[in-house]
């Protein structure tokens, strides 16, 4: 038979069993149905005796009939299909992959779920150790319609008569389909190295480390999903939370773990960690780091600590006719005293009374004396307590603190430079009090890990003030409990696994920030120290190594291969960053197109239209996304060139917000800009010249970016 005949042939077979399957799937359903009306006949019957035992089964099925509907109105919206892979083992046995496991009435197996062990040798057979498989098959389905089949053959020697073998490789077909603005998910290609990372043990630390595109993004989520099926028990109830750069990462890979049935995972960019904001809004580079390093946290322990601004500086009460006076500093020594306690000040009014009334006291002493009488001190403590105008004072001099508050407090140069004694240079006071002085500002993605670290320091509020925190910190608090995840309390901190994307960017404040939702958690935490943002590592190590304990063990995987990446674009981000990257740190780009990166340096004044003209040229010349790359503060101007370009498949993205992005095609404006904005120059723009799958074209001014060709 010629090769398309052996090819249609070999695409019927499969969907015949697809057929199968798909009908199972609604038999299964309707059974469940039938099961739940049943259910509720039984529950309003006079059967009293089996109600219980037929409720619980009920609710078996209930949940059955809600996970199987839920999946399939899933997979309905999916390009590729539930049943995805085959294999062939040496006994004649055949296994099908797929994103859900189905049996049919006989209870045989129809479809394997892709975690179950059964199915783990769809991932790890090599021709090296083929696990007794002679053949494996993807299937690429659209819907419930087979479109094409495609083998590796791991034991050439046993294919027999009957087993035909057709076509060139899953991966590479996958990688060269062009992207949409989600990313997919990659049940059916996963490899090897990668299918050990997804299987490895849930407790501990798992580190995945990996250049651009070695599928690091694509893994972690694989596991939270493998995780989720294999764990649920112990991982399910507390939840799992995955933590990425930016609001456009968390969009990016939304589709991903819904896609394998998983909707109770929760995604959060790092300036939506702490509930109540939003926010992608970013520093300059030189002020992250401030807000980014762990010198915050004593600079914000000093400023929550000195008196707040329009407190009163004066205390006076009267107490049996005597004036009792205190002054400034002897407040300010009072409010001293309670601090030194420790305790946080939200937590410590009732102890702020108490000095209060004992330095009245000693002053009513001290004017007695003077007078030459006696007072009862004990009195006087009780009967001041108890007095309307000392609890007036009090709470006006004990004010709730809220974290936003104290922030802004800081845009005070004055008040800055007394909480960051010996801590900031007056350089960086400056730069920051000028950031915290605008008090129209919104909040910025640095700024939420010090909010957040504020809020643990000055404690919770009385409860009937927590609603005006809320207002405080600027935003309403996100909705939780819609779209069946489970509703979790304000401030969460016991999810049981934590997945932290980009990790190579966190800064210290942002790891403790994170560490916090974790208390018993179990870690994956992913990243490439090349494509580092964060100017010190160091600083940052030491962060994380607090967070995970230090005697933690880690569990260390590398990822090699570029999956993204053609082997030509690949090359020219190889050598930006060389001398940046220690050996062995860079990946291997495994596809090759045969276009070569088209770099074009004009005059300044012709960017705009070079610009405009590479867009309007890769619109045109692929069939998915085409991204225009440019540093963080020209993305409004950018976009005013484009604007002509009324293409959704357009985007325009700063160079922070590409993390962890990727387009079929990308324009790379004035890449030196990308290096002079940022903390860690070549870094950054080896992270943008990464973005594109297929064609990449770069429009400079100037040539000081490009190393000299080797
Ligand atoms: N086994 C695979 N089969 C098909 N596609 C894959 C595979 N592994 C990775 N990819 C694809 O390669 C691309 C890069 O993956 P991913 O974004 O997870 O990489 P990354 O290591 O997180 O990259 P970066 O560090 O640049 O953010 C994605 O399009 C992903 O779907």
Redesign the pocket.
């Known amino acids: 038979m010629s090769e398309p005949r052996v090819r249609r042939a070999e695409i019927a077979i499969e969907q015949h069993h697809v057929d199968r399957v798909y009908t199972r799937l609604a038999e299964l359903r309707a059974q469940a149905e039938a099961m739940r009306a049943k259910g509720y006949e039984i529950g309003h019957g006079a059967q009293r005796e089996a109600v219980f035992e037929q409720a619980s089964m009920l609710f078996e099925r209930d949940m059955m009939v809600h996970h199987a509907t839920q999946t399939l109105q899933t997979l309905d919206a999916e390009y590729e299909g539930l049943v995805f892979g085959r294999l062939d083992h040496t006994s004649g046995e055949k296994i099908y992959v797929g994103r859900l496991g189905i049996r049919d009435a006989e209870f045989d197996n129809l479809v394997t779920d892709w975690r179950a062990p059964a199915a783990a040798a769809f991932y790890q057979a090599t021709a090296e150790e083929p696990m007794d498989v002679v053949r494996r098959r993807v299937i690429r389905c659209s819907g419930q319609t087979v479109l094409d089949v495609d083998d590796d053959v791991l034991i050439p020697e046993a294919v027999g008569d009957d087993m035909r073998v057709v076509g060139e490789g899953a ?1 590479m077909a ?2 060269g389909r062009s ?1 949409g603005d989600k ?2 998910d ?1 049940v059916a ?3 090897k190295e ?1 299918d050990e990372v997804i299987r490895a043990p849930w407790r501990g630390v798992t580190e995945i480390t ?10 972690a989520l694989h596991r939270a999903a493998y995780l989720l099926y294999r764990h649920r028990r112990q991982l399910g109830g507390a939840g799992v939370l995955v933590v990425g750069p930016s609001g456009v990462f968390t969009n990016y890979i939304s589709r991903v773990l819904p896609s394998m049935g998983e909707t109770n995972v929760e995604l959060r960019a790092l300036g939506a960690v702490l509930d109540g904001i939003d926010t992608d809004r970013q520093d300059p580079a030189p002020l992250a780091a401030i807000k980014g390093s762990l010198r915050m946290r004593k600079v914000l322990l000093k400023a929550m600590r000195d008196t707040p601004p329009d407190v009163p500086d004066e205390m006076r009460i009267l107490y049996k006719g005597d004036l009792l006076k205190l002054t400034r500093k002897e407040l300010e020594k009072v409010r001293r005293r309670v601090h030194g306690h420790g305790g946080p000040p939200n937590r410590s009014r009732v102890r702020a009374a108490e000095a209060l009334l004992e330095a009245l006291a000693d002053r009513a002493e001290e004017n007695a004396r003077t007078d030459g009488r006696t007072i009862d001190r004990a009195e006087l403590i009780h009967d001041l307590g108890e007095r309307i105008d000392f609890h007036r004072f009090l709470v006006v001099w004990w004010p709730v603190l809220y974290p936003g508050e104290i922030l802004r407090w800081l845009g005070d140069p004055k008040r800055l430079t007394k909480a960051a004694r010996g801590v900031l240079t007056p350089g960086e006071v400056d730069l920051l009090a000028a950031s915290f002085a605008d008090r129209e500002r919104e909040w910025t993605v640095a700024d939420v890990a010090l909010l957040d670290e504020l809020r643990v320091l000055v404690g919770p509020p009385p409860k009937r003030r927590r609603r005006a925190q809320q207002i405080e910190l600027d935003a309403a608090p996100p909705e939780r409990g819609s779209q069946g995840k489970p509703h979790r309390p304000e401030h969460y901190d016991e999810y049981s696994h934590i997945v932290v994307d ?1 990790s190579q960017d966190l800064s210290p404040m942002q790891w403790r920030m994170v560490g916090r939702r974790g208390r018993y958690a179990s870690w994956t935490v ?1 990243g ?1 120290p090349v ?1 580092s943002s964060w100017p010190d590592p160091e600083e940052a190590a030491q962060a994380r190594t607090q967070v995970f304990g230090p005697r933690t063990p880690i569990r260390r995987y590398t ?1 090699r291969t570029n ?2 990446n053609s082997a030509e674009i690949f090359e020219l981000a190889a050598r930006v960053v060389a001398g940046h990257a220690a050996e062995g740190e860079l990946p291997r780009a495994v596809r090759t197109t045969g276009l070569e990166p088209d770099v074009r340096t004009v005059e300044p004044a012709g960017v705009e239209s070079a610009v405009q003209a590479a867009a309007k040229e890769l619109l045109d010349s692929v069939e998915g996304t085409v991204g225009v790359i440019c540093a963080m503060d020209r993305v409004a101007e950018v976009g005013t060139w484009v604007r002509g370009h009324a293409d959704e498949r357009l985007k325009v993205v700063g160079s922070l917000d590409a ?2 992005l ?1 387009y079929d095609a990308v324009v790379l404006v004035e890449p030196t800009e990308l290096i002079t904005e940022s903390m860690t120059g070549r870094r950054v723009l080896y ?1 943008a010249l ?1 973005r594109a ?1 297929q064609q990449l074209t770069v429009v400079a001014s100037d040539d000081e970016w490009l190393p000299a060709a080797k």
């Open positions: 991966l996958a990688l992207r990313m997919r990659i290609t996963i490899q990668q990996g250049g651009p595109g070695t599928g690091k993004t694509a893994v980009e992913v490439d494509q990822l999956y993204r993390k962890g990727e992270v990464t799958t």
